[in-house]
């Protein structure tokens, strides 16, 4: 729970929000190329992501508040994702590859604006604060990674799903893209 707090400092919470009238909170997923130990893997992931290689990009979930903050430092979202604690490891990826668990950590960031590539709106949140359900839903969240079985993918199909209650939603996008 102490790890939820920490994730909390700095980011908006009610009393420090005020009502823009915009509806509800907008969802939207985006990728990223998956983060590996500096040389030929970190050339093999951007590579990889750049070739629109799906099953070797990193997801995450992005809320962009239907309220914004009181103070002057402005954002645009506000970025959930799940992965392992030292992405950049090579004995941590040598691990996850083998299908062992690793440490995994929750991430949550501001951001100054959405990505303009490779991020898709999904729909609003059916709650009135979706960084509240957040919170809570990352308060439940396993954080012993496996690839393929509990990892990036999995973290924001769920959180995805709770947030607008639809389903496989990197099914769909997937889907999407390869059209």
Known sequence: MNSLKKMATGLPSN?????????????YVATTALRASKGPAQILMSAAYSLNLWHLQHFMLIIKPSITPTSPS???GIVFDFQPQDPENIYVALAALTGRPIPGTILVR???KLPKKRCWYIGQSKFPNAVEAAYTFNSTWETDLRIGDHDCRHYTN???EMLTGEKNILGHLQQGTNR
């Open 74 to 76: 402005t954002f645009q």
């Open 110 to 112: 501001k951001i100054s």
């Open 158 to 160: 769920g959180l995805a």
């Open 15 to 27: 009393p420090t929000l005020t009502a823009s009238g915009r509806g509800r909170d907008e969802i």
